[in-house]
């Protein structure tokens, strides 16, 4: 089983919907972080939580919330979906003391029409 | 404002040529680097990482890097390139004081037999 495990793996869906992508973790991490890919972008990050009560905005947050309803669980929701979110979105964890990505999810690839 | 820059964007490379993908990054202090990479359809996956010490680092499937402070760059090497090494790879780069990284936009690498 992994790790980092996404839900879901592909979603398309319309201008203005509310989505939420899921992120769980059986690692026992208290660190968590949401990026987005884009092609010629590379990874952004756009959330990030060292702990449950710990939530911090990435450098593309605008448009994002997140929840981090337990240690092993972490959601991204986009609450009025725009066309330009249409990305592949990364889960990922990080060992304790480690403060950069280690552990990610398969992703999701969100489409937005 | 820290950035990351991959200029290669797009190597070509037959087997058992020899690999170096550039890595240069902006900020004036003191840096951690890392390199990932992302196999076709797969989540990222930590390469090698540069805190301190020695600047020749040394990583995971015969990669290795160098840190040269002079110049901002961690460039990351490979002496003899295999067609499974065909891949997407990112730079990226952790200030002290920031908490999490900033990553380069990537250079794909493909490896022809």
């Known amino acids: 089983d992994a790790d980092v495990t996404q839900t879901p793996r592909n979603r398309i869906t319309k201008t203005g919907k509310r989505i939420m992508l899921e992120c769980s973790q059986t690692?026992?991490?208290?660190?968590m972080y949401w990026y987005r890919q884009d092609p010629g972008l590379g990874l952004r990050l756009i959330y990030y939580?060292?702990?449950?009560?710990?939530?911090n905005k990435g450098e593309i947050s605008d448009g994002y919330s997140v929840s981090r309803q337990a240690q092993a669980k972490f959601s991204l929701s986009l609450e009025s979906a725009i066309p330009n979110q249409t990305a592949l979105y990364f889960c990922?964890?990080?060992?304790?003391?480690?403060?950069?990505?280690?552990?990610f999810g398969d992703g999701t690839r969100l489409s937005i029409l | 404002a820290q950035s990351v820059s991959q200029h290669n964007h797009h190597v070509i490379l037959s087997e058992a040529a020899s690999l170096e993908l550039g890595c240069n990054y902006s900020?004036?202090?003191?840096?951690?680097l890392f390199w990932y990479v992302q196999y076709p359809g797969q989540h990222l996956q930590l390469l090698l990482k540069?805190?301190?010490?020695?600047?020749l680092v040394k990583g995971i499937k015969g990669f290795e890097a160098e840190f040269i402070k002079s110049k901002f760059s961690f460039n990351l090497r490979k002496p003899s390139v295999q067609w499974s090494d065909t891949a997407e790879y990112f730079c990226?780069?952790?200030?002290?004081?920031?908490?999490?990284?900033?990553f380069g936009s990537g250079t794909r690498l493909q490896v022809q037999p």
């Open positions: 540069y805190f301190s010490g020695d600047p």
């Open positions: 900020y004036g202090g003191t840096v951690n």
């Open positions: 990226a780069v952790n200030a002290p004081g920031r908490r999490a990284l900033t």
């Open positions: 990922a964890t990080s060992d304790p003391g480690s403060e950069q990505p280690q552990h």
């Open positions: 939580s060292f702990d449950v009560k710990d939530i």
């Open positions: 690692k026992g991490h208290d660190r």
